[in-house]
DNA sequence: CTCTCATGTGCACGCCGCATACATCCTAAG
DNA sequence: CTTAGGATGTATGCGGCGTGCACATGAGAG
């Protein structure tokens, strides 16, 4: 392991993140503590402050990594969708991540966390554009900025309210329905942002 | 004061909401804790531990106080909803009070917190019985239920992803901006939920 | 071989949630 | 009026937490 430093422990910076992976999924959040993670890394109690400046650090490291795994999660669902349907199941795969994942997703978006980490800024930019991309090539003529952040945001909403038990989340067909159905509401409204988009050029 | 206790204190249970609202403020939820609540009302550590059960459930109540408090906000948007920019006015208050009170609103959807409490439960039951009631009215021939979840999906994500400070919110307007036209392409969309209800009931 | 610096340890401090035992004081029954 | 009882707040203590600081250790440079 030659780039990472492998002194005494190994790889303490790496083990650190995995035991707060563990601890998120098992415990929820409120077990993540860094001296939880030391102990499951089997060092000890402050030895992590090597590696992260402070518990937030760790919990923003963790968060983007989050941001890769939906992303890769986005992609395994479609690498390039193009039609509604294909767009709809990026979305259910966006709120499964969410739901498979809920105390990890709630470190990604529902922490208060000032916005001074590099790497959550960097991820989640990424994930934007990553939409973004997407309603450019899948609807050329719209106005891509304003119809991807709308359809993040519905389905970034339909995610959280099904976390929170808002919604009926019994079964994942019950959720992809009724995400797909609303997806597909948006996008049969998608000349609205055409319209909005020319309008806008038109001043 | 003959309903809820005056001994001691007055009403300490009273003035321990007031005391986490102030601290939610003030220091975001960080600050939250029952400690700090108890030297805010002048009172010894523990005595909060005869009104709420443990921290989580003082969480709650105040969660419980900020849904009165947003379907107050909402409702002096505009008390009685029907066009689409009547309903486009709510949803910018919406995303106006989690801008607003950030903390709080944190509180009332991004806590993990368990289910089980009857007033939390309660009161954001009554927040989606008022949108689908709004929806209802406004939108005779729809699926209410669809058409007003996804719509709260869409307000409630705007809202997030503003707080999250992943979307433009420099100037009131550009929010205000932003929601409006959301809001407006979804009820364009309407019709597609009507067809949905429509195929429902056929089937 | 030694110097040096990154890495990990030990310890201490103050904060926290919460359990338990105790003090206080209203209220109501006799 | 007295007194028993229960509601309310206090005192104390335990274990856990984040984190600053002094110290030990060991890998690699000279």
New interface residues.
Partial sequence: MPPTGTYHHGDLRAACLRAARELLEED???GLSLRAVARRAGVSATAPYRHYADRDALVSAVAAEGYRELAGHLAGAHPAPATPDELAAVAVAYVRFALDH??LF?AM????CD?TSEERVAA?AAI?EYVRGIVRAAFPGSDAE??S??I??????????HL????DSSTPEAVAA?VT??V???F??????RT?AATRTAD
Avoid: C
């Fill in positions: 929820g959040s409120a809920p105390a709630r978006f529902a922490e208060p916005p989640t934007s304003a119809l952040t709308t993040w945001a519905l389905v970034h909403g339909l995610a959280f309210l929170d038990g808002k919604l009724q159905t609303a597909h509401a948006l049969q409204a998608s000349p609205a942002f909005a």
